[in-house]
T-cell receptor, first 114, second 114 residues
Framework: AQSVTQLGSHVSVSEGALVLLRCNYSSSVPPYLFWYVQYPNQGLQLLLKYTTGATLVKGINGFEAEFKKSETSFHLTKPSAHMSDAAEYFCAVTPMNRDDKIIFGKGTRLHILP | DAGVIQSPRHEVTEMGQEVTLRCKPISGHDYLFWYRQTMMRGLELLIYFNNNVPIDDSGMPEDRFSAKMPNASFSTLKIQPSEPRDSAVYFC????????????FGPGTRLLVL
């Protein structure tokens, strides 16, 4: 079975500072991993995903995430936060090469301080 | 394409009433998902369809919930009778391929059951 743990339901960073949102997963088989973002009063949209190949994945809006198998992690980072990054971020996992549903984490709300 | 369309955007109803939520997926997408989002439980997958056929409804909370997809361009999620604990935001999403491809979310229906 798969599961996702996002550390910190709320994270606050200053504008211009590094953004780090943590995600750890549990999977009995190699995973596909995703980060989605939800802006206020909107549905989720894909930021980036890891399927195979390069473990450092670049997404939209300057975000990137690195798949670390040894740490079972897929943390999301952005070098310099912008006010427009304020949103809720969801990490998700699904098993590779198997037909199964995506499991979402509980989300981390990112606050940007001026 | 207009994206995933959901209606209504907001619904306020009284306990015991029937509620019907509607979704039009992106044309050409063969997977459709219904999710529920609450503060307490986060984002939960209720049911998903492939080519109009329900594949996994293990997330449907109880018999009061039912979902149909009569054709490739329309799906409904029905709650009968509704209860206050059903209050949540309900999202519909669609994708070409369930595992690898991006899920495109609609704007959601915010349901309040009094």
């Amino acid at each position: 079975a798969q599961s996702v743990t996002q550390l910190g339901s709320h994270v606050s960073v200053s504008e211009g500072a590094l953004v780090l949102l943590r995600c750890n997963y549990s999977s009995s088989v190699p995973p596909y991993l995703f980060w989605y973002v939800q802006y206020p009063n909107q549905g989720l949209q894909l930021l980036l995903k890891y399927t195979t190949g390069a473990t450092l994945v670049k997404g939209i809006n300057g975000f990137e995430a690195e798949f670390k198998k040894s740490e079972t992690s897929f943390h999301l980072t952005k070098p310099s936060a912008h006010m427009s990054d304020a949103a809720e971020y969801f990490c998700a996992v699904t098993p590779m090469n198997r037909d199964d549903k995506i499991i979402f984490g509980k989300g981390t709300r990112l606050h940007i301080l001026p | 394409d207009a994206g995933v369309i959901q209606s209504p955007r907001h619904e306020v109803t009284e306990m015991g009433q029937e509620v019907t939520l509607r979704c039009k997926p992106i044309s050409g997408h063969d997977y459709l998902f219904w999710y529920r989002q609450t503060m307490m439980r986060g984002l939960e997958l209720l049911i998903y369809f492939n080519n109009n056929v329900p594949i996994d409804d293990s997330g449907m909370p109880e018999d009061r919930f039912s979902a149909k997809m009569p054709n490739a361009s329309f799906s409904t999620l029905k709650i009968q009778p509704s209860e206050p604990r059903d209050s949540a935001v309900y999202f519909c999403a669609s994708s070409f391929n369930r595992v690898l491809e991006t899920q495109y979310f609609g704007p959601g229906t915010r349901l309040l059951v009094l």
